[in-house]
């Protein structure tokens, strides 16, 4: 018998999952977190040890101001990382690494490209720095996880134009016999705090916020998060029918087939019910 497709779904089962992305850590993160935290809405904050003061006793505020969110790195000096040697690249992303470590206490190993700007040998650096996901600035108007993390492309920038279009298909979206229509949805929006400040426009933020808070169906999450549950997911070790799955992991893993949900937990080997189209 033909075997069926499996699909990936989020922590509780849930089939999507939304996350934020907002670089440099201007003073207006301050606002921009009190309206995610009201919503009870995750983000990563991309973060630049130089641009905030590179004494640890400074940059260890960022600990308490970025409490319940993620801290990534955004480069030391924010350089065109296209632009200077591979070693400069290594530098500007580990000595940021180390001092945002070193005054957090925090593993960090997200990122964001600055200004978006990447090559192979970006890549090869992000991996020598211990890098495990970086974002891009390429908006894909879409709602697909990765295939490359090192090429984490968003759904759009909180500016777009198609934001409000976006936020309503997202969340109206059902499952239909379509298998596209069966695969997870990851809506992920990006930008700087200091744009709503600059375009006096807050409520864009907050109106968008009203609209995706608080949904039964939607992971609220950030990037590292999502980063490490789709990296389990994708450590699952199958059997060649796809009939039996063990989780190598320690947290359980959720996902799909043939039309019935399955969790599998740690260390745990699931038979699974694989007979179809």
């Known amino acids: 018998m033909a075997k069926g497709n499996i699909f990936l779904r989020f922590p509780g089962g849930k089939y999507k999952a939304l996350t934020l992305s907002y670089d440099d850590g201007a003073p207006a993160d301050e606002r921009l977190l009190d309206i995610f935290n009201a919503h009870h809405m995750k983000a990563t904050f991309n973060l630049n040890a130089k641009m905030l003061g590179e004494g640890l006793k400074e940059a260890a505020l960022v600990n308490k101001r970025y409490e319940g969110h993620e801290i990534a790195l955004h480069g030391l000096n924010h350089p065109l990382y296209d632009s200077i040697p591979h070693a400069t690249i290594a530098y500007e992303t580990m000595h940021d690494r180390e001092l945002f470590e070193k005054a957090t206490g925090r593993i960090i190993t997200g990122m964001a490209y600055p200004f978006g700007l990447y090559n192979e040998e970006v890549f090869a650096a992000m991996k020598a720095a211990g890098v495990d996901y970086s974002r891009t600035c390429a908006a894909t108007h879409a709602f697909r996880i990765p295939d490359n993390f090192y090429l984490w492309h968003p759904t759009c920038h909180h500016n777009d134009e198609r934001l409000s279009e976006l936020a309503d298909t997202f969340l109206e979206k059902k499952f239909t016999d379509d298998l596209y229509d069966k695969r997870p949805m ?27 808070s608080g949904k039964d169906n939607v992971w609220y999450a950030t990037n590292i998060e999502i980063f490490h549950y ?8 199958w059997n060649l029918e796809a009939t039996r799955v063990q989780n190598p992991n320690a947290e359980p893993i ?24």
């Open 186 to 212: 990851l809506f992920y929006v990006w930008g700087h705090s200091f744009e709503f400040e600059n375009n006096n426009n807050w409520e864009l933020m907050e109106n968008f916020c009203d609209k995706v």
């Open 230 to 237: 789709v990296e389990s997911f994708r450590r699952l070790r």
């Open 254 to 277: 959720w996902f799909t087939c043939c039309g019935k949900d399955y969790c599998v937990k740690p260390g745990e080997t699931l038979k699974v019910d694989n007979e179809g189209i």
